[in-house]
């Protein structure tokens, strides 16, 4: 069964960082694509980061520069560092698994962490 578990949210003034958590079972991070969305309440899942099972990784336009994802294999952790952070970047960040980073919307997610940015 697979599970992806999120963690580090939480709330931060503009400017500051957070370093969000996937704790994924069931599946290894280095055999399949991993990813991160974010959602704001009435407003479709906006795909932020991805890294492919060989390691590229991709980010939306929106985050590149600030966001750095990564994963750990001895862990089996996905992450997401995100610096500078801007009230924009407020929402809930979910975590995706997929054989396919082109598959991760209909993949495995979790249940995602809140992020809330005040200026």
């Known amino acids: 069964q697979v599970q992806l578990v999120e963690s580090g949210g939480g709330s931060v003034q503009a400017g500051g960082s957070l370093r969000l958590s996937c704790a994924v079972s069931?599946?290894?991070?280095?055999?399949?694509?991993l990813g991160w969305f974010r959602q704001v309440a009435g407003k479709e899942h906006e795909e932020v980061a991805t890294?492919?099972?060989?390691?590229?990784?991709w980010y939306a336009d929106s985050v590149k520069g600030r966001a750095t994802i990564s994963r750990f294999v001895p862990k089996n952790t996905l992450y997401l560092q995100m610096n500078s952070l801007k009230p924009e970047d407020t929402a809930m960040y979910y975590c995706?698994?997929?054989?396919?980073?082109?598959?991760?919307?209909?993949?495995?997610w979790g249940q995602g962490t809140q992020v809330t940015v005040s200026s």
């Open positions: 995706a698994a997929a054989t396919l980073c082109g598959s991760l919307r209909s993949g495995y």
């Open positions: 069931g599946v290894t991070v280095n055999r399949y694509c």
């Open positions: 890294i492919a099972s060989y390691g590229t990784t």
